[in-house]
């Protein structure tokens, strides 16, 4: 595997359900981020880990719970989630910036739909 | 507060041509960085290409050009040679500063670019 890596793809769930998103980063990169992308919305950052560390947290509902184990994977733990939930939520990775341009890298995004 | 704003919701080029989408921004750092990114229909945010505030040369990516304005805040992304693959969306976005090194980024709105056969 290269690059970011989601799973899974696609997500249906219902309201009372708990599921997880899960991110992998093959870069070697040491923060990652969860954005939610909904439509006709900007993109919006909901989580930033640092050095496996949180270090934004976006005024995001509690029903969302993030965990970074390792600078390598990153997982959303989801919990009573509301319709307006459904989103495309991508993850993303960078190397802190210490100079560099800081471009993040995005992987595919879990297309997550609440019933 | 930074923003960052593309007017333009879509835009449709002929094949083999060349198309500007538009990007400003407003900040008042006198250091920033300028992404720009698309995102097929599969949903992947694919990076394209970079500017710093301080950088003199406007910056290419092999089809991709950068037309950076400073004094307008205007980032300007120019494909040449459109393909049909390069049907997308397509989003600017500044690197915000944020404490502890990490790089946050506040994205515009988005263009959808059609190209047509």
């Known amino acids: 595997e290269t690059g970011v890596t989601q799973t899974p793809r696609h997500l249906v769930m219902g309201m009372t359900n708990k599921k997880s998103l899960k991110c992998e980063q093959h870069?070697?990169?040491?923060?990652m981020y969860w954005y939610k992308q909904s439509a006709k919305k900007p993109l919006e950052l909901m989580f930033v880990y640092s050095l496996e560390e949180r270090v934004e947290n976006n005024s995001v509902p509690s029903r969302f719970s993030p965990e970074c184990p390792n600078s390598s994977h990153l997982f959303l733990h989801l919990h009573t989630l509301q319709p307006e939930d459904s989103a495309l939520y991508l993850c993303?990775?960078?190397?802190?910036?210490?100079?560099?341009?800081?471009?993040?890298?995005f992987g595919p995004g879990t297309r997550l739909t609440v019933l | 507060a930074q923003k960052i704003t593309q007017t333009q919701p879509g835009m449709f080029v002929q094949e083999k041509e060349a198309v500007t989408l538009d990007c400003t921004y407003d900040t008042s750092d006198q250091s920033y960085g300028l992404f720009w990114y698309k995102q097929p229909s599969s949903g992947e945010m694919i990076f394209l290409i970079y500017?710093?505030?301080?950088?003199?040369q406007n910056a290419t990516e092999g089809r991709y050009s950068l037309n950076f304005q400073k004094a307008r805040k205007s980032a300007n992304l120019v494909i040449s040679a459109s393909q049909l693959g390069d049907s997308a969306m397509y989003f600017c976005?500044?690197?915000?500063?944020?404490?502890?090194?990490?790089?946050?980024?506040?994205f515009g709105a988005g263009t959808r670019l059609a190209v047509h056969p």
């Open positions: 993303a990775s960078s190397q802190l910036l210490a100079g560099g341009r800081g471009e993040q890298f």
């Open positions: 870069l070697g990169h040491n923060a």
């Open positions: 500017q710093g505030s301080y950088d003199e």
């Open positions: 976005a500044m690197r915000e500063p944020a404490s502890g090194g990490y790089n946050k980024l506040i």
